[in-house]
């Protein structure tokens, strides 16, 4: 079974920068499409990004896509979320997930069916 493990979150000042990391164990991610996710207190779950098994598509939320970049590492089976020039409204628990069924990328949260446990992301005015 894979299991997904959400690092590099922490508190950052706007303007600042985060990478996060989402290390898998139990199966080999380049079978997976992998996205990310992210929910703010009192908000939906919505979509950040999504990435294809070897890397080549790519997919963001309109309003991310100049200041946050998905990559992939399949030997070090992790993904990454590369986030700049960070908003307080960019505050949030950041997701990762696989999605081991279809092949092209999505954006659906239940179209995925491994989930991380999340990392928070503060980011302070």
């Known amino acids: 079974q894979l299991q997904l493990v959400e690092s590099g979150g922490g508190l950052v000042q706007a303007g600042g920068s985060l990478r996060l990391s989402c290390a898998a164990s139990?199966?080999?991610?380049?079978?997976?499409?992998m996205g990310w996710f992210r929910q703010a207190p009192g908000k939906e779950r919505e979509f950040v990004a999504a990435?294809?098994?070897?890397?080549?598509?790519?997919s963001y939320a309109g309003s991310l896509k100049d200041r946050f970049t998905i990559s992939r590492d399949n030997a070090k089976n992790t993904v990454y979320l590369q986030m700049s020039s960070l908003k307080p409204e960019d505050t949030a628990i950041y997701s990762c997930?696989?999605?081991?069924?279809?092949?092209?990328?999505?954006?659906?949260?239940?179209?995925?069916?491994?989930w991380g446990q999340g990392t928070q992301v503060t980011v302070s005015s």
């Open positions: 997930a696989a999605d081991r069924k279809r092949i092209p990328i999505t954006a659906r949260a239940y179209e995925y069916d491994g």
């Open positions: 139990g199966r080999t991610l380049s079978d997976y499409n």
């Open positions: 990435i294809s098994r070897s890397g080549l598509s790519t």
